[in-house]
């Protein structure tokens, strides 16, 4: 049996303070390996994801808060591999994925803060959102025309201010779930704009990864800029001690796995969470039982 290995990894290291002003151009892609090699590196996730297992199934005994992890990115940050690897160890049970593409005709009929709230995490549940209500502040704002097919009155929809409007629409959001027992962490990953080149290049190279290409996703990149600086406000905005932003390098789909999986473990370790005491009568009860199982 191997010895555990020790990480470093200290997540407040890439959370955004509050109120700061953010320049993603001084925050990097990535960082030294926390590694050294593929073997560490799959021992490390390993101890990671059991100690995970263990938190989460506390967190579901205990049952007193849920814990909502919101997931950002451009296309081919890695998502969807930090999702599936960090969280393969936990109990389907008590987890739920929820991927948010464009709204459906139903969704542009409310407010745009109603598909996501649908989908919030119980008590004693891990919620993920691939993507979020954060959308309406990243993708609509680069595309304001999306904006103006949404239905919404026009006086509504001024651009000079809707922007600031739906930041504290989504912190007065984030405030009301803090305060019912919903702790909410939400995950930037990082990625260059080279990397995401060399990304798209392998999904076309390698045809088991030519699902995942898009022609869209080549559009997007043509507004790289207007997405950096969108995040960029959108973070100093929305960045708080309640639900902090944390700006993950992704360059390093490994490096990223680690980080992400070590920030989810804080945010559990946080929760004030025990397992259920058992009662003096239950106690009787369960002695009952046992006599009976036993005869």
Sequence with gaps: MTDKLKTTISSKDFRVPPNKKVDLSKRPTVVAPYAKSKKQYKELLDQHMEKLSSLQQLHYASNRCALLLIFQGMDGAGKDGAIRHVMSGVNPEGCEVFSFKQPSAEE????????????????????????????????????PEILRSQGLPEELRDEKDIWEQRYGSIADLEKHLHRNGTQIVKIFLHLSYEEQRKRFLARIDEP?????????????????????????????????????????????????RLIVSQI?????????????RTTAKRRLELHSIKKLLVK
Excluded at 116 to 138: A, W
Excluded at 264 to 276: I, Q, R
């Design 108 to 143: 542009l009929e409310h407010d745009f803060l109603w598909r996501t709230t649908c989908r919030l995490p119980e008590r004693g549940r891990i919620g993920i959102f691939n993507r979020s209500y954060y959308e309406e502040v990243l993708v609509v704002r680069v595309h």
């Design 208 to 256: 088991d990864k030519n699902w995942k290409f898009s022609t869209s996703d080549i559009h997007e990149r043509k507004f790289w800029k207007h997405y950096m600086k969108a995040y960029e406000d959108c973070f100093q905005a929305t960045s708080s001690h309640h639900a902090p932003w944390y700006v993950v390098p992704a360059d390093d789909k490994e490096n990223a």
């Design 264 to 276: 989810v473990l804080d945010a559990l370790g946080e929760l004030k969470m025990a397992y259920p």
